[in-house]
């Protein structure tokens, strides 16, 4: 029996916490984007890292203690918890971890490390099956839910089948290789237009805002409307005068860094123990939640939570587009992870030492008036939708309405009738009939002589 759904309907699922894995597991994760990487903490020390004496009375605030457990993100994929138990099981088998610790990327994208599922142990294929069954049967679930809530919309089924790419349908009862093979494309694929749905989100809210801005000033009027004209132009003129951003992954932003947040002499600066101090998990790698956290400094000078002008949902977005262009020049094999080698490839650049200016969100132009209007145009495309079905159900009530008052008006008369009835038979000299028409038992009186 087939499922069907849409991703936007099932939502993001419970998150696991895994506990940290062997060495094995960057190489496997490494296929997959950021986040998908993030569902394990490694204990792997880069093997090409030099060792490198740092004395932590120097750095400011608490370290990462070794063995301590990292909590990591959501994915925010809506299988992500049946992506995690099924690592987590395939981990726990001899064979596929020593397959994976000699595999190399492409055979594992290409599918070759999915056909050595026929070899794992019965124990784990059938710890497999029993998370698919669980997997298909939450979907199903979900599925069933989202078209209850939207019968007789013609709802395309064909679409919707097309769309379950992480698992194999036709098949609800077993994991295979083919299921394997799925999830890894299709995690792969999910999590690489993450940052690009990001982008188009935050795009849209830019553009809402605008329209919510002059769908207001159109209240106004027209001394109102100059003075709120003059408020936006001063707030959008205090937003932009901030310090000088540093360019993200430039020598002087790291050693911003280095200075301010680790407390170091900036004389002193070494970019072999930059790299260590800031790979918090010491797996020989710094990640993309590493990155971001080097541009707090940065962000800072531009965005203040206490400042009305100023938006932290447009900081999240000036910090994606400051982790995206530090791994654009450094992640040389593009597993959007940076080993020590490529960072210290990319402090050898010239744009390390002498970077362009960085141009801040508040400098660049986010949409065109074009794109505006045709974002407006949607908008009042679905409003209208919306007043059509407002006042479809507003038609159906007041016919309800007027059938529930038929219904009563007939009621009385039926009432009014039995009432006449009964009243007819009392003048006839009948006795009165009880709730089931029987005759009901009226003694005589008797007179006193």
Known sequence: QSAWYTKESLGETGLIKPQPQQQFQMKWLSVLPQQCILLMTCLLMALEAVPIDIDKTKVKGE???????VENPDTGLYYDEYLRQVID???TDKHFREKLQTADIEEIKSGKLSRELDLVSHHVRTRLDELKRQEVARLRMLIKAKMDSVQDTGIDHQALLKQFEHLNHQNPDTFEPKDLDMLIKAA???????????????????????????????TLDEEKRQREESKFEEMKKKHGDHPKVHHPGSKDQL??????????????????TFFKLHDVNNDGFLDEQELEALFTKELEKVYDPKNEEDDMVEMEEERLRMREHVMNEVDVNKDRLVTLEEFLRATEKKEFLEPDSWETLDQQQLFTEDELKEFESHISQQEDELRKKAEDLQKQKE????QHDQLQAQKQELQQVVKQMEQKKLQQGNPPAGPAGELKFQPRMCLSV
């Not at 370290?63 to 457990?69: A, F, I, L, Y």
């Not at 999910?190 to 801005?213: G, P, V």
């Open 399 to 402: 016919e309800l309405q007027r």
């Open 63 to 69: 370290g990462h203690v070794e063995g301590e457990k």
């Open 255 to 272: 050693k911003e860094v280095w200075e301010e947040a680790d407390g170091l002499d900036p004389n002193e600066f070494d970019p072999k």
């Open 89 to 91: 099981v395939l981990e």
């Open 188 to 218: 792969t694929s999910d999590l690489e237009n993450y940052d690009k749905t990001r982008h188009e989100e935050f795009k849209k809210y830019e553009m809402m805002k605008e329209h919510e801005r002059r769908e207001y000033l159109k």
